[in-house]
């Protein structure tokens, strides 16, 4: 497969703001999929004429305690990317999103950090109106978003830190393997659907010398 690509961006920054912002445009031909014809016969893993790739990548990180010499920081950072991939004018799918991509992703987080080195947050991660599971557009996954916490504390060499992920235990697909058409493949064929983590704590220490 090959591809022509445009993407275009700027980052900018202020005493307490930081924020940066990319588009970017694909042309792409021949890019190998799990398809079926018209029939909804399977014709295995093909290259498909024309399809596009683009999206907007956004992110924007906030102080929003004064910025004063030892002084303590509390800082929003956000995230949002839009995935916009999709076939086109195919003989079979049209204009379909390409199945497997998540669409809307956005991502927040929290953290309060003392001069001492003690720090802790919170975070949500969100998939905004899940994303196709088929090339037909026929099957799609559920939103889902996923909270945490972290706490911890880091000096010059020594850290320990905890963080808890989906501490809901959000039964959520965090990915799939995409198909041509769920409506003509059996149930075990349907069991595309990766899940994803449950509610899950993490903890660390390093150390440096």
Request: hydrophobic share 35%.
């Amino acid at each position: 497969q090959k591809a022509w690509t445009v993407e275009v961006g700027g980052r900018g920054q202020t005493a307490r703001v930081e924020g940066e912002a990319s588009l970017y445009h694909s042309r792409v031909r021949h890019e190998l999929f799990e398809t079926n014809d018209n029939f909804g016969q399977d014709l295995g893993t093909i290259n498909v004429p024309n399809t596009r790739h683009q999206g907007i990548e956004l992110g924007l990180e906030i102080e929003l305690l004064k910025r004063e010499k030892g002084a303590p920081r509390l800082t929003l950072r956000q995230e949002y990317t839009l995935n916009d991939f999709r076939f086109r004018n195919d003989p079979v799918y049209g204009n379909n999103h390409i199945a497997g991509i998540p669409i809307h992703l956005y991502q927040a987080e929290l953290t309060y950090r003392h001069s001492s080195g003690f720090f802790f947050g919170g975070e949500i991660d969100t998939s905004l109106g899940g994303f196709w599971a088929d090339q037909a557009n026929t099957l799609k996954t559920g939103s889902y978003s996923l909270t945490g916490l972290k706490a911890g504390y880091q000096s010059r060499r020594f850290s320990v830190f905890v963080e808890g992920r989906n501490l809901s235990d959000r039964r959520y697909a965090a990915m799939v393997k995409p198909i041509g058409d769920a409506r003509v493949v059996d149930a075990e064929e349907l069991m595309v659907f990766g899940p994803g983590l449950p509610r899950t704590i993490y903890g660390g220490v390093t150390w440096t010398w």
